[in-house]
Each structure stands twice: as C-alpha cells, then as structure tokens.
C-alpha cells in the first residue's frame, strides 16, 4: 500500500522538478497544495483510491490531481515524474537537498553557469563567482559551502558488515585510553541495520579533551571536520564519518536510547512519555524538575511503562505496542542453531564447510549445491565419513513462466531442492502468479534469494508477498534467508512479514557468514520456532520429508 506520504513526496519532487524546468508557476502550486492536502490528511488516500471514491470532491483536487493520485496508487510510479527525472540531470536534482536552495536558485544556477551536480557547485562556490547571482549573498554562499563539505560524504552508506571491523577496533582503541570507561557504537550500527550512515560513538571518560585528542589520531583518520567540548566528528580514509560524544556517567543509559534510535521509535517514546505527565531526552526522563530515570536503558523503559526493547527491534514497526503488552518476541541467538546451509561449488569449498560447522559446534550441515556440479559433489560426500550430518539440497532455477528446469531423475537424488527466480520483467501480477506456480511444484521447498534484492543496489522484485507468504505457508515451503551481507534477502521487513504468515526460514551462510543473516532474522522478528536451523536432524529431515 502506498501511503499518503509517498504520495505527497511523489507530487512535490514532481513540483521541485517542474519548477526547475520552468513550467507554469500556478500548475506547480497545485501540485505543492495537492501534496500538502494529502500530508495533512487523516484519510487513507489508497484506500479511498481502491473504494472508487470521487476524489475531485476533496477540496484542493481537480480531475487531473485525481487521475494522477490514482496512477501513484495503483502503479506506485507517476509518469511526469519519470519523464522529468529524464529530461533533468541527477545531479541537477540532487542540489535541492542543499540548505538554502530550493528549486529557483537550482534553476539559476543550471541556467547561469550550467552547475550540474555538487562538484560543479563547490567550483562555483569557493571561486566565488556565485556572488554575481541576485539574491546570492555571502551568508548563502557560506551555507551552501557548508552543505557541499556535509553533503557530499553524508550521502554514501556503507554495508553493515563492511565497517564492522573498523567500529571495533575504533572501540578497542578508545577503550585502550586512560580515563576510558565505557564506549558504544550506538545508531544504526548497534541496531544492526543492513546498512549504516555514519557511527555513533559515545563514551564516558575523566577527561573529555583529552580522549578527543587522542580519538583524532586514530590511524584511519583522514579529516577533522570538528572538535567540540562534548563531541568531535572526523572522516575515515574510506569517507566513513564518525561522531564522537562525551557522555556523564549519571546520564548513560538515556544517551545511550537517544543516540541508538531509530529516531521514529524514539519519537512515540517521548510521545508516550508526554502522555504519562514526562519528559524525555538525552540526559533523562523527567517528572517536573525531577529526574526519575537515566542511569541505563531498562530505567528508561521502564519509566514509560514498557520492558527492555532490543536495540534490533527499535524501528517503529510495532515494538513500543509489543512492549507495552509484554508480547515483544523471543529473539533468536548464535546459541540457538544447530546447523546452516552453505553454498558449495568444489570440492574444497565441501572440505571448508566441514571445517566451519565442526567449529560452530552444529549437529548438521546443509550442503546446497547447484545442479551443474551436484553428481560430482554427491559423489565426493558419499565416499568419505566426516563425522557430522550432511543434507544435500540442489539448487534449480525457475524459468520466466515459473517452471523448473532440472530433470526429475537428478531431483530425486538431492535430500531436498531449493529453487531461486530468473530475473524476469513481469508487472506485479504476472510476478506473483510466477512465485506461487514455482512454489505449488512438489520438488521445490524452500526459495533462495526470495526476493532478488542487493542491499543499497537494487530493489527486490514488485509483487504481492501476502499472497506468496500465504501459499508458501499453505504448501509447507520455506523461504531463504540469504547472509551474504551484500544480499540479505529476504530483507528484516519481509522477513516479519513471512513470520505474520507463519511461514519457515532457512539461514543461508556464504563462507560462514551466517552471523550477517542472524542479525538480519532479529530485524524481523525472529524466534527459535521460526528458522529451520534451530531444528534437530530429525526434525529437519521430518519437514523435508526425506
Ligand atoms: P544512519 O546513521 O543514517 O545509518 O542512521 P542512525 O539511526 O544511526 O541515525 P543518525 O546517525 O542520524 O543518528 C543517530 C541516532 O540519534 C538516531 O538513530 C536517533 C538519534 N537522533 C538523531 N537525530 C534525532 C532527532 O532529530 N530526534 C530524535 N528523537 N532522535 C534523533
Ligand atoms: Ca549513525
Ligand atoms: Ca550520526
């Protein structure tokens, strides 16, 4: 469903790029006012979209608003806005997330000198010729200077797994300092998100100034770009940013929930908080002049009526109500799996699996091999004892009319088969239709890469997963969750859904990183009951049926 929201997004990017083109200024005020009217509505505009509901009777809509609202619901795109986000350079567009430029000065600045992207305008602006500009003057040329230093590496995200290692050794550093008591990576990064835009470091230390001097000397240090009383931010060589925050002893626990966010869940806290009389911010939870809880997160909680919310589950997805009922599930643990699933292709691939499910500790291994080289791998298992239980699951493809294409004599030798979607350009229907013939084929158990999706690159594919979660769930099929942390597909949020649906997961390692996908099944609400591997052998080989 889409909501008002993007709906009004949709029509004042539409808008922003209208007025950038030049079009008539009373047309792109009737796209702003439409987006206005839809923002501040407590009506459900898909809904009433799908009821048939006239909307050119809502103050505000014409009929061609109208038709074009219902294009956005129904398709999730606007033709308009494709058709200028051709005609106008990216980087053009990407100028309006400047303070201080709005689509007119944009449009001056393409149309004067031609800037068409961020490295153009810093040209311009530390040449200082935007000065001839009207209406340019020297606090907004400051601003924008200031925009193009933040903007530029605020932009970039990077994979969770990929500033892992650095998050901590930064911690091991600091932690190294004399003076240092306690140091967390807070935000996203300790919430676990696929992806992160920058670290959030707070510490509690004897001597501020002196741990910040020591926190810019860190090897991977590339730029200063502050250095406060209470914080600093720097830039890693790999433009990473991090913030630094000194925090007092007395107030760690309510610094510790602001800095974690995310900062959607934060904000019903403090709605919440309001509503018992209180108020709430980094230092602490107030009544009055009075501090009634700061000193760690449970506190916190526990001061608005709600148990400990793990840092995972904070992100505005229902949590804060769970919490409220005790009814926030059980995430799963490290602890909790007795064996995973690891993609092989040769034989010393086989020999490294081994190797990395004796050392977990598990009780079985998932050999998923794809059909090409499955009789020689099949081969390779059965003629050496390796003291641990070995499922061989063969992976097929699924055509573009959702057909499988294997041999029925080569699927009857795997213990069971995995089935991962061609890449196909179907409308949302057709998709859907696709995903449940290929989950309705008796061979097929479990899909890989449910979705196709590849973190920060590509979306995964557009179909209805209620109704694919449903069949999954009517046929006893599984859904992968995929750990390569360049994938993770299924993503946190469709992996709660699937759970809502009550259908199975199966962690997927690539080169034993299964943690990457562990994190991702807590994103989504995952229990012990909810993933296959958490299951014995028996159990294991009982839902396969082999
Ligand atoms: P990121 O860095 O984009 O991956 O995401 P976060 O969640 O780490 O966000 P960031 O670094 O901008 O801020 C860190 C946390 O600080 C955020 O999760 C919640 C808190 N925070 C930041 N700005 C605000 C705000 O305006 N209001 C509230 N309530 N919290 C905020
Ligand atoms: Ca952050
Ligand atoms: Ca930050």
């Not at 259908?503 to 807590?522: D, I, M, P, T």
Request: charged share 35%; hydrophobic share 35%.
């Amino acid at each position: 469903m889409v909501t008002n929201k993007q709906i009004a997004d949709i029509l004042s990017k539409t808008a922003d790029l209208m007025e950038i083109k030049g079009e008539n200024p009373f047309k792109v005020r009737a796209y702003r006012n439409a987006a206005r009217i839809l923002e501040n509505s407590a009506k459900d505009f898909s809904k009433l979209v799908k009821e048939g509901f006239d909307l050119t009777k809502l103050p505000g809509i014409g009929h061609d608003l109208s038709e074009y609202i219902k294009e956005i619901v129904n398709t999730g795109k606007f033709h308009k806005l494709e058709e200028l986000q051709k005609e106008i350079p990216k980087g053009v567009v990407e100028l309006l997330s400047i303070e201080g430029l709005g689509p007119k000065r944009v449009k001056q600045l393409y149309e004067t000198f031609g800037i068409k992207n961020m490295d153009d305008l810093k040209k311009y602006a530390y040449s200082g010729e935007l000065d001839k500009l009207p209406g340019f003057g020297p606090k907004l040329i400051e601003k924008i200077l200031k925009g193009v230093k933040q903007l530029k590496k605020a932009g970039i995200r990077f994979l969770w797994a990929e500033v892992e290692d650095t998050a901590n050794e930064l911690k091991d550093y600091l932690l190294e300092f004399e003076g240092v008591e306690t140091v967390d990576i807070a935000g996203s990064f300790r919430r676990k998100k696929e992806s992160v835009g920058d670290l959030d470091i707070l510490v509690i230390a004897k001597d501020y100034p002196k741990v910040s001097e020591y926190f810019i000397k860190f090897h991977k240090v590339k730029e200063v770009y502050s250095k406060g009383l209470t914080r600093s931010t720097v830039f890693l060589d790999n433009d990473l940013q991090v913030d630094l925050r000194a925090v007092a002893k007395e107030s760690y626990g309510a610094a510790l929930h602001y800095f974690t966010g995310s900062k959607s869940h934060n904000i019903e806290i403090r709605k919440l908080a309001i509503q018992k009389g209180l108020k709430i911010n980094e230092y602490g939870v107030y009544k009055g002049n009075e501090r009634i809880a700061s000193l760690t997160e449970e506190d916190v909680y526990k001061s608005v009526g709600l148990e400990y919310v793990e840092p995972e589950l904070r992100e505005n997805r229902g949590e804060i109500e769970a919490a409220m009922s005790n009814s926030l599930p059980k995430l799963i643990k490290a602890d909790d799996i007795r064996g995973v699933m690891e993609n092989v292709i040769t034989k010393e691939e086989v020999d490294k699996a081994v190797l990395n499910a004796k050392k977990n500790q598990f009780e079985y291994l998932i050999l998923n091999v794809d059909k090409d080289c499955f009789l020689e791998i099949n081969e390779y298992i059965a003629n050496k004892n390796r003291d641990i239980k070995i499922i061989r699951c063969l992976t097929v493809r699924v055509d573009e009319n959702g057909e499988i294409e294997a041999k029925e004599d080569l699927l009857e030798k795997a213990d069971f088969v995995c089935a991962i979607m061609k890449e196909a350009e179907l409308n949302s229907d057709m998709q859907t239709k696709r995903y449940i013939k290929a989950l309705q084929n008796p061979y097929v158990k479990v899909l890989l890469r449910p979705s196709l999706r590849e973190v920060l690159k590509k979306e995964g594919v557009d179909l209805d997963w209620d109704e694919v979660f449903e069949c999954a769930n009517k046929h006893h099929k599984a859904m992968e969750i995929n750990s390569n942390p360049k994938y993770l597909d299924l993503s946190d949020v469709l992996i709660k859904k699937a759970i809502d649906k009550n259908v199975k997961l199966l962690l997927n390692s690539y080169h034993n990183s299964f943690k990457y996908g562990l994190n991702q099944a807590r994103r989504g609400w995952c229990e012990k009951e909810d993933l296959l591997n958490t299951f014995s052998y028996e159990r294991i080989k009982k839902f396969f049926n082999f």
